[in-house]
């Protein structure tokens, strides 16, 4: 994310259960995502997904991509992140390799 907290505080307001788009929950739903739930320490996000054996990730980015509240939502979200150095043009989230487990 930005380093900015009242970037960040916005960010925090739209993903309120009052505040979300319920047509992005519902094209998270559509997707096959059966939770997700998002983390913050200072200006970094984790977030965790619980897929169904049907998630395609690419799949999911096709959707997204055909999908103008989608858009219109990672628009207002870019507003707020900032992608890291190591992620691939375009993208605001990476996926990360599992190092340890209990």
Do not use: C
């Amino acid at each position: 994310m930005k380093n900015d907290p009242t970037l960040i505080a916005e960010y925090e307001h739209w993903h309120k259960a009052e505040n979300g788009w319920p047509e992005i929950r519902q094209s998270i739903l559509d997707a096959n995502v059966t939770d997700m739930q998002i983390y913050r320490t200072g200006n970094r996000l984790f977030m965790i997904m619980e897929v169904g054996e049907q998630f395609d990730l690419l799949k999911k980015a096709k959707m997204d991509a055909e999908n103008p509240k989608v858009l219109e939502w990672e628009k207002l979200m870019s507003k707020f992140q900032q992608p890291l150095p190591w992620a691939a043009e375009g993208e605001k989230w990476v996926l990360m390799d599992k190092i340890f487990d209990l």
